[in-house]
């Protein structure tokens, strides 16, 4: 198939990237805790993504218990409601989706999967998790200050954010805001040696047109979040010197119980530009690493090469792009000159189309392959319907008319949970499934990882499919209590009460996942070096988990692309990268040539 | 090690734009003369170019979305000596001062990877000086301003927002400056020790010491020049 296109011809060309100096540990703080060796630094960004995220979770769960049975948790009050959204949010988007997808998958793929001994700047790598720990921690922190963390909503809006009324308005937003600035310099420290590693250290025969595209899509969103984190940086700045200061950068003349206040003069509206500058690409920084991943998962458990590897790089890199310049369509409500809302209309919907590009290739690529249902295909499968699902509601809000009823509805939560929480999540399960085996040399659950791919998924449908509807209904977003309205039939708090036991499940699903996690660490099947008889490079170290500095003596040199499944006349479904073209198949059956 | 690239003696590279799109579809490295640390100083800056830009789109934003008169910058920036009254003598100075440590940066360069290592030092302590200077004479600036009342909130002239964008800009380009001369002298002392000679391991990184780190230093060293300039455009001559 792919293998002439790809793969052959060419002489391998002599090493270009000196051997690397790598920093070798001394002793078990150097090995595990302080280590600068990129696995270890991207597993650890991962456990602490999860752990944080776990918080988040619980968090999504009282929500669901005050939104599914008001007035019956009397410690849920309106102030720790808004607290608990805020906290959710920020968490989920910042701390657990970019850190895990980045900082955790790849850390520990990039280097493997290009043949390189380690990320480039080992030390630089190790202080952006300890920075990233101390942004969770300050952020935590919130959590025990008085007046808790801040309750201004994931978007942080001034001026609302710091005025008296917000819960958090004395510590928790100063918290919020700093966390957030050291996050964005750890990322930056990360950032910068993902985009080094992937230009200036892969690996003899490893072009940029035959990464896997798990490194593409990581790649890209890399780039973008060096460019788009700016604007958020910018923007926390000046709303922490608003709040601590009392400059006036986004604060209207304001009066507050009747008092005037001493801001005066700012713009509410930049903030909400810079915030977007940096929110909406922040959606492709999650999203494109997940398509990157779930190509791979794809095309590995279908036996196929990827179908139309070329387009799906173009679009990725296009999309990213494209993201830049979309991001008011987040601020149609926010009273900006309706030709803008066109412009940023058409821009929205025109990254319909590499994104669509992408789903016609995965589903090409699961024509007539040989389906594995495994749990990571499970998980991939899930993110492709999930995914197609948010997107199909994205272009309803995408258009100004459509969306400026239904903003500030359910039907917005719904819309941004399916296509930025379900489908992403959906990925990093598949893909720690995935690659379990390669950390840790063992097997995650089959028959836990199948349960909690079901209850996740038909839990995720049972959960968002309805706040469609209670959001067409016009039930707002962000409300601690709906009350009664003439236009909110009864019925919608039954539904609300469904929605609630179904998240409760789904979050229950999740330690069942965990539970694997640390289960199978020891009781797990031997995975052996191969496990899915993979074509990447990190499946060809010479041992598993892989040793310090990845390869032994001698790195892999690649002959051809990652994409060689079922090719005809190989010995096996597979060939990988850093093996030397098969030879014809006519050649291997002892036909005369001449 | 990042050292700069190996390459085969009898390698041919196509010119021109070949030359760029041969690169990236090689293997191993898509910058074939750059070295991980140039690059990555490179992309850094475009990182940090989005902050400054931010900054600056943020205050024209307000300047031109406030409807309360901006004060005169000729006036407010504007030194009295010899009781004559100079308009932006002090930035004219100021501005003067950093364009002339670019040149004193470039030519610690040049000297660098001519191995000479006290012409480079001392190129470097001087560029190092003119930094100091600088961040001093904004230090001067700074107090000239908060004596005649200038707060980040308010400002007896008009909109506050004069002083809350002219506090963070020129506050965070100053770190920038004061960050750029503790690097100086950081990279001028290893330089003045013969590290680079000896190829001697970095106390944090454990990587051996080159002379690029000369070069990668004056990269950050004329962004931040760089950056001035824009900043002395839009908030003085505006």
């Known amino acids: 198939m792919g293998e002439l296109a790809h793969g052959a011809g060419g002489q391998i060309p002599a090493a270009e990237v000196p051997e690397m100096e790598l920093p070798h540990p001394h002793g078990w703080w150097s090995t595990y805790v302080f280590s600068q060796d990129a696995k270890v630094i991207g597993i650890q960004y991962a456990l602490t993504a999860l752990a944080i995220g776990m918080v988040a979770l619980v968090l999504s769960w009282l929500m669901r218990l005050q939104l599914g049975f008001p007035d019956t948790f009397t410690f849920i009050d309106p102030q720790a409601y808004y607290q608990f959204i805020t906290m959710h949010g920020m968490i989920m988007v910042v701390y657990l989706l970019t850190a895990l997808f980045l900082g955790g998958f790849g850390n520990y793929l990039i280097p493997l999967m290009l043949g390189a001994r380690d990320m480039v700047f080992p030390f630089v790598n190790m202080l952006s998790f300890w920075v990233y720990l101390l942004a969770v921690l300050v952020l935590v922190a919130s959590f025990f200050v008085p007046g808790g963390p801040t309750g201004a909503g994931w978007t942080l809006y001034p001026p609302q954010a710091i005025l008296s009324g917000t819960p958090g308005r004395d510590w928790g937003i100063v918290l919020m805001l700093l966390s957030l600035c050291l996050f964005i310099a750890g990322f930056t420290m990360g950032g910068l040696n993902y985009v080094v590693t992937v230009l200036q250290a892969r690996t003899r025969g490893m072009t940029l047109m035959r990464m896997p595209l798990t490194v593409w899509g990581i790649f890209t969103a890399t780039v973008m979040a060096l460019l788009a984190f700016p604007a958020l940086f910018v923007g926390a700045v000046m709303l922490l010197l608003d709040r601590l200061l009392g400059t006036s950068f986004f604060m209207p003349t304001l009066v507050e119980m009747g008092q005037q206040l001493r801001y005066g003069g700012g713009s509410p509206i930049l903030f909400q530009h810079l915030f977007w500058f940096f929110g909406h690409p922040e959606v492709y920084i999650v999203a494109l690493p997940a398509f990157g991943i779930v190509s791979d998962l794809i095309s590995t458990h279908a036996r196929r090469n990827i179908f139309g590897y070329r387009m799906m790089v173009w679009a990725i890199v296009i999309i990213g792009a494209l993201s830049f310049v979309v991001w008011a369509h987040h601020m149609y409500v926010s009273g900006m000159h309706p030709w803008f809302g066109f412009f940023f209309a058409t821009t929205t919907l025109i990254i319909a189309i590499p994104t669509a590009i992408k789903v016609y290739n995965w589903l090409l690529t699961l024509w007539r392959g040989n389906i594995h249902l495994n749990v990571p295909m499970l998980f991939a499968l899930g993110f492709i319907v999930t995914f197609v699902n948010g997107g199909l509601t994205g272009l309803f809000l995408g258009n100004v008319v459509v969306d400026v009823p239904l903003s500030d509805t359910m039907f917005v939560v719904a819309h941004f949970h399916m296509v930025m929480g379900v489908a992403p999540v959906m990925v990093i399960f598949g893909g720690i499934y995935h690659w379990y085996p390669k950390m840790t040399g063992r097997m995650l659950d089959d028959t836990m990882g199948k349960i909690h791919f079901w209850v996740t998924f038909l839990g995720a449908y049972a959960i968002f499919f309805p706040m469609h509807y209670l959001g067409l209904l016009g039930v707002p977003r962000r409300y601690h209590t709906i009350g009664e309205t003439s236009f909110v039939p009864a019925s919608a708090a039954d539904l609300n009460a469904f929605i609630s036991v179904v998240a409760l499940v789904v979050g229950a699903a999740q330690m069942l996942f965990l539970f694997n996690l640390l289960w199978s660490l020891r009781h797990g099947r031997e995975s052996g070096p191969n496990p899915w008889r993979a074509t990447t490079l990190e499946w060809q170290t010479p041992e598993t988990p892989p040793g310090h500095g990845n390869w032994g003596k001698e790195l892999p040199v690649v002959h051809r692309w990652a994409y060689d499944y079922a090719v005809p006349g190989a010995p096996e479904d597979f060939v990988p990268q850093n093996e030397a073209l098969p030879p014809p198949a006519h050649v291997a059956k002892g036909e005369a040539t001449a | ?238």
């Open chain 2, 1 to 238: 090690m990042d050292t700069a690239p190996l390459h085969a003696p009898d390698a041919v590279r196509p010119a021109g734009w070949h030359g760029v799109v041969a690169d990236w579809s090689s293997d191993q490295r898509s910058f074939k003369g750059a070295s991980w640390g140039k690059v990555m100083m490179w992309i850094f800056l475009l990182s940090d170019t989005f902050i400054f830009g931010c900054f600056l789109l943020s205050y024209m934003s307000v300047r031109m979305s406030t409807t309360v008169p901006w004060p005169n910058p000729s006036e407010v920036f504007a030194l009295e000596i010899a009781g004559t009254n100079f308009p932006l003598i002090l930035i004219a100075i100021m501005t003067f001062v950093l364009i002339s440590s670019s040149g004193t940066m470039a030519m610690a360069v040049n000297c660098a990877y001519r191995r000479d290592r006290g012409k480079t030092t001392a190129l470097m302590l001087l560029t190092a000086v003119f930094g100091a200077t600088f961040v001093g004479m904004q230090a001067f600036e700074w107090s000239k301003l908060i004596h005649e009342g200038v707060r980040p909130w308010e400002n007896p002239w008009g909109a506050p927002q004069f002083g809350a964008a002219f506090f963070t800009i020129t506050g965070f380009h100053g770190t920038h400056v004061t960050i750029g001369v503790i690097m100086l002298l950081i990279v001028a002392r290893k330089v003045w020790r013969g590290d680079f000679d000896h190829e001697r391991p970095g106390g944090l990184t454990g990587r051996r010491g080159r002379y690029e780190m000369v070069e990668i230093a004056g990269l950050y060293w004329h962004f931040v020049d760089l950056v001035w300039v824009f900043i002395f455009a839009l908030f003085y001559l505006w």
